[in-house]
């Protein structure tokens, strides 16, 4: 069965820090290509950025480049989003994902955690 369950979400301040893991199981995890996304209410699901499959590069959204990092581990299946200097609108749930190719489109993701909320105020 797989899964990926995220957590470290939380409420914040404006400027802090936040670090998001999720932890992977049932499927082949060095062979993914692994993602976060995040979804605030009424807006679409957005990617945030993303990590090949050897953990070697990374790509991310204008909105979060230089801010968030994301890096793995695939001794342990765990990927994690590192925020920094968040600001308000980074406000929403955040989702880790699969896929077997390197894409920024969330119909690309075949494999989704459920979510973590990340809450930030001014």
């Known amino acids: 069965q797989v899964k990926l369950v995220e957590s470290g979400g939380g409420s914040v301040q404006a400027g802090d820090s936040l670090v998001l893991s999720c932890a992977a199981s049932?499927?082949?995890?060095?062979?993914?290509?692994m993602g976060w996304f995040r979804q605030a209410p009424g807006q679409e699901r957005e990617f945030v950025g993303g990590?090949?499959?050897?953990?070697?590069?990374?790509y991310y959204a204008d909105i979060v480049e230089g801010r968030f990092t994301v890096s793995r581990d695939n001794t342990k299946n765990t990927v994690s989003l590192q925020m920094n200097n968040l600001k308000p609108e980074d406000s929403a749930v955040y989702y880790c994902?699969?896929?077997?190719?390197?894409?920024?489109?969330?119909?690309?993701?075949?494999?989704w955690g459920q979510g973590t909320q990340v809450t930030v105020s001014s």
């Open positions: 049932g499927f082949d995890f060095k062979s993914y290509v």
């Open positions: 994902a699969g896929s077997s190719i390197i894409a920024r489109a969330p119909t690309e993701y075949r494999y």
């Open positions: 990590i090949d499959w050897a953990g070697l590069g990374g």
